[in-house]
């Protein structure tokens, strides 16, 4: 899943060709790799995105389709995937019309500002990128309906980034917002999406802000996530997110949806990623007195579920956190040990000693889960 831009491919080829984009304003659009929250090799992959968010729809998919196959297992590795995936397919619906709307020269040109304007099946986009500093850069992309006025233009993306002229890292902050989007398109997307981002050849941190975005068909997504990776090492990414439990010790399970807290942290190690998530739930489905928790565990160069398990506690019993329902597998095939000692204590079936502590956890700040 990719990142933040088509647009610097687009420069890197009109670079080798000759053109005008010999400039500092090929730096102004980070790179796809610099913002997309990627924890296999295949999430930074921008051909994987050529197929209209073919990634996200497909996560999406994969999700619910687990639910059916098996609503007691918690699929907490294909779910990680389905919020890197949602972020990654919002980006680039806003952003794919770029990689076709500029050609090897901007329409308009100076020493302070670019500008590309073009029209794609139908609809007129305009992306201006103004210098702010020696490598400091605002940029926006505007779009109407090509039988509309000037006037009708709508911003759809703006961002603001700061690049190291050394390697096209650097930082910043970018916004999309999809119901201004779909208000000129009709696309099935809505809502705002925020990310603030750091990248260096030795890691990356990207802070996400979603509010009622919705890509899919899946609930619109409302939350503050933050993905840290280290190259060649692993990373991690905390979230809160509303899911529709179908496993909550009730027959049938209540209706609507769970405020879920999850974590997930991976390394990078000589098999492939040796994945880890751990998620925890008290309110909404769940019934009063009760927490829910759950965990997965996968490894692999293509990482597949090793271990998984899924709980509910009693928090009123004496001592608290009485095991009332309990489900677990484990795969150990395909690898040594379903989950990877260096995550610590795995969560147990018969009792609350080893759960993940999430209080310890500060899900509101902008500071990364360590990992592992």
């Given at each position: 899943?990719?990142?933040?831009?088509?647009?610097?491919?687009?420069?890197?080829?009109?670079?080798?060709?000759?053109?005008?984009a010999?400039?500092?304003?090929?730096?102004?659009?980070?790179?796809?790799?610099?913002?997309?929250?990627?924890?296999?090799?295949?999430?930074?992959?921008?051909?994987?995105?050529?197929?209209?968010?073919?990634?996200?729809?497909?996560?999406?998919?994969?999700?619910?389709?687990?639910?059916?196959?098996d609503?007691?297992?918690?699929?907490?590795?294909?779910?990680?995937h389905?919020?890197?995936?949602?972020?990654?397919?919002?980006?680039?619906?806003?952003?794919?019309?770029?990689?076709?709307?500029?050609?090897?020269?901007?329409?308009?040109?100076?020493g302070?500002?670019?500008?590309?304007?073009?029209?794609?099946?139908?609809?007129?986009?305009?992306?201006?990128?103004?210098?702010?500093?020696?490598?400091?850069?605002?940029?926006?992309?505007?779009?109407?309906?090509?039988a509309?006025?000037?006037?009708?233009?709508?911003?759809?993306?703006?961002?603001?980034v700061?690049?190291?002229?050394?390697?096209?890292?650097?930082?910043?902050?970018?916004?999309?917002?999809?119901?201004k989007?779909?208000?000129?398109?009709?696309?099935?997307?809505?809502?705002q999406?925020?990310?603030?981002?750091?990248a260096?050849?030795?890691?990356?941190?990207?802070?996400?802000?979603?509010?009622?975005?919705?890509?899919n068909?899946?609930?619109?997504?409302?939350?503050?996530?933050?993905?840290?990776?280290?190259?060649?090492?692993?990373?991690?990414?905390?979230?809160?997110?509303?899911?529709?439990?179908?496993?909550?010790?009730?027959?049938?399970?209540?209706?609507?949806?769970?405020?879920?807290?999850?974590?997930a942290?991976?390394?990078?190690?000589?098999?492939?990623?040796?994945f880890?998530?751990?998620?925890?739930?008290?309110?909404?489905?769940?019934?009063?007195?009760?927490?829910w928790?759950?965990?997965?565990?996968?490894?692999?160069?293509?990482?597949?579920?090793?271990?998984?398990?899924?709980?509910?506690?009693?928090?009123?019993?004496?001592?608290?956190?009485?095991?009332?329902?309990?489900?677990?597998?484990?795969?150990?095939?395909?690898?040594?040990?379903?989950c990877?000692?260096?995550?610590?204590?795995?969560?147990?079936?018969?009792?609350?000693?080893?759960?993940?502590?999430?209080?310890?956890?500060?899900f509101t700040?902008?500071?990364?889960?360590?990992?592992?």
């Amino acid at each position: 899943m990719k990142k933040i831009l088509f647009l610097a491919a687009v420069v890197v080829m009109a670079a080798a060709c000759g053109g005008p984009a010999q400039d500092d304003f090929a730096k102004a659009t980070p790179s796809f790799d610099a913002v997309a929250l990627d924890i296999s090799a295949a999430d930074a992959v921008p051909e994987n995105f050529e197929a209209t968010g073919a990634q996200s729809l497909s996560a999406a998919a994969d999700a619910a389709q687990a639910a059916v196959d098996d609503p007691c297992h918690p699929h907490l590795f294909v779910r990680t995937h389905a919020v890197v995936a949602a972020t990654n397919g919002s980006i680039w619906r806003v952003l794919r019309p770029i990689r076709r709307i500029i050609p090897f020269s901007p329409r308009r040109r100076d020493g302070g500002t670019h500008v590309w304007e073009r029209v794609v099946d139908g609809f007129d986009y305009k992306y201006s990128i103004m210098k702010t500093g020696d490598h400091s850069f605002t940029a926006t992309l505007q779009v109407k309906k090509v039988a509309d006025p000037d006037t009708s233009f709508v911003t759809v993306y703006d961002a603001s980034v700061q690049r190291d002229p050394s390697n096209h890292d650097g930082s910043g902050t970018a916004t999309l917002d999809l119901d201004k989007l779909a208000s000129v398109t009709s696309d099935d997307v809505s809502g705002q999406l925020t990310l603030d981002f750091n990248a260096t050849p030795a890691e990356k941190k990207v802070l996400v802000t979603m509010a009622n975005l919705k890509v899919n068909s899946d609930l619109p997504r409302n939350g503050h996530y933050v993905f840290f990776k280290q190259t060649g090492k692993g990373g991690s990414l905390k979230f809160i997110d509303d899911m529709t439990l179908r496993c909550t010790g009730q027959t049938p399970p209540a209706s609507g949806t769970t405020p879920v807290t999850a974590v997930a942290r991976w390394i990078v190690a000589s098999d492939g990623v040796h994945f880890r998530a751990d998620a925890g739930a008290v309110g909404g489905q769940i019934p009063p007195e009760r927490k829910w928790e759950a965990v997965t565990c996968a490894q692999g160069h293509d990482p597949r579920e090793t271990y998984w398990m899924i709980k509910l506690e009693d928090t009123s019993s004496t001592p608290p956190g009485a095991t009332v329902f309990a489900r677990s597998a484990q795969n150990t095939v395909a690898t040594a040990a379903a989950c990877d000692p260096v995550f610590k204590a795995v969560p147990s079936v018969d009792g609350p000693d080893t759960d993940y502590d999430f209080a310890s956890v500060n899900f509101t700040s902008d500071d990364p889960l360590p990992f592992p």
